[in-house]
């Protein structure tokens, strides 16, 4: 069974930096990428970053320059730098992993409040 478990969600003030991280067990077979999503409330579920295998970066704009996606330490584990944070970035952050039969695992979603 794959599960993915974030950490490094919390409470900072605009301008502050936090890091997430999230590490994936069980299985994926032809992993494609990972990454993180972000959904705020009453709103949809929105790509903030993507880790391709080959090492290819994809950011949303509302967030380039401010955030760093990278692989983690462990084997299958991506981390996500935030600087420069905004109010507008609280949301609760969902690390994904997709393989590439277009198949997505999920997180259980960490939160994130940035306050002004």
């Known amino acids: 069974q794959v599960q993915l478990v974030e950490s490094g969600g919390g409470l900072v003030q605009a301008g502050g930096s936090l890091r997430l991280s999230c590490v994936q067990s069980g299985t994926v077979f032809t992993i494609n990428a990972m990454g993180w999503y972000r959904q705020a409330p009453g709103k949809e579920r929105e790509m903030v970053a993507l880790?391709?295998?080959?090492?290819?970066?994809n950011y949303a704009d509302f967030v380039k320059g401010r955030f760093t996606i990278s692989r983690g330490n462990a084997k299958n584990a991506v981390e996500m730098q935030m600087t420069s944070l905004e109010p507008e970035d609280t949301a609760v952050y969902y690390c994904?992993?997709?393989?590439?039969?277009?198949?997505?695992?999920w997180g259980q979603g960490t939160q994130v409040t940035v306050s002004s």
């Open positions: 880790i391709f295998t080959n090492g290819h970066t």
């Open positions: 994904n992993v997709q393989n590439l039969a277009g198949r997505q695992y």
